[in-house]
């Protein structure tokens, strides 16, 4: 079951349907509060919109269309992309990408992707997006195709990674081990063909830049 996730960060419109990870169709669509600027740009009716509604209007869910609303208070343990993710876990989801996952606040962006792991536990294959860069949370390996050129970047997000190997990529890589913190993996290159970023023990993110800043010429802010 595939799930969208739109959520209040940026997210580059002109990539809507280019990029493989935002190609429908959807068994499900999520909105977490201000991500319903997003579906109202892109025309597109949600199953559901949730959230605590501090950054969206009433007459703005009218205008959305969708017949389910889910409120939550304010105040609570969870930000409303946590509360998306359960409800599509909820649902039954295997696949889940969350859009408009980066931008504005650091906490909640870094909140977005430590949502990949969550979901990852449950079983569920994620991934977050704003259009320009994707990113993947691989405990195992991760097999991309992507045009020669564009950027990727894995780095260890536990302690210590071991067995990290790269191939088909500009600069290999056979089981290195990676601390937090090390920068050896940043800004590597697709030379063509699938690339496999491989690990042994260990936690790794996976940010795969497909398009600069230059190239995205919709609305890649965040909506209001």
């Not at 969350?98 to 991934?127: C, P, S």
């Amino acid at each position: 079951m595939r799930t969208l996730i739109l959520l209040a960060g940026e997210l580059c419109i002109d990539a809507w349907g280019v990029l493989p990870e935002l190609s429908g169709p959807w068994d499900c669509i999520i909105c977490a509060d201000g991500g319903a600027y997003h579906a109202l740009r892109l025309g597109i009716v949600p199953d559901v919109v949730m959230g605590d509604f501090d950054s969206l209007a009433q007459d703005d869910i009218e205008d959305i269309g969708t017949t389910t609303t889910i409120s939550f208070p304010t105040a609570k343990d969870k930000t409303d992309a946590h509360l998306a993710a359960d409800e599509a876990l909820r649902r039954g989801s295997t696949e889940v990408v969350l859009a408009g996952a980066f931008g504005g606040r650091l906490d909640h962006t870094l909140a977005n992707i430590g949502l990949l792991r969550l979901l990852h536990k449950h079983g569920v294959k994620a991934m977050a997006t704003d259009g320009r860069q994707t990113v993947y949370y691989v405990t195992d390996e991760l097999i991309l195709t992507e045009s020669p050129g564009r950027i990727v970047s894995v780095w260890p997000l536990s302690p210590e990674v071991h067995g990290v190997s790269l191939t088909g990529l500009r600069w290999p890589l056979e089981r290195a081990r990676l601390e937090l913190g090390d920068t050896r993996t940043i800004s590597n290159e697709f030379v063509g063909g699938p690339a496999k970023i491989a690990l042994e023990v260990g936690e790794l993110l996976v940010i795969v830049n497909r398009f600069p800043p230059h190239e995205c010429h919709g609305d890649a802010t965040r909506l209001p």
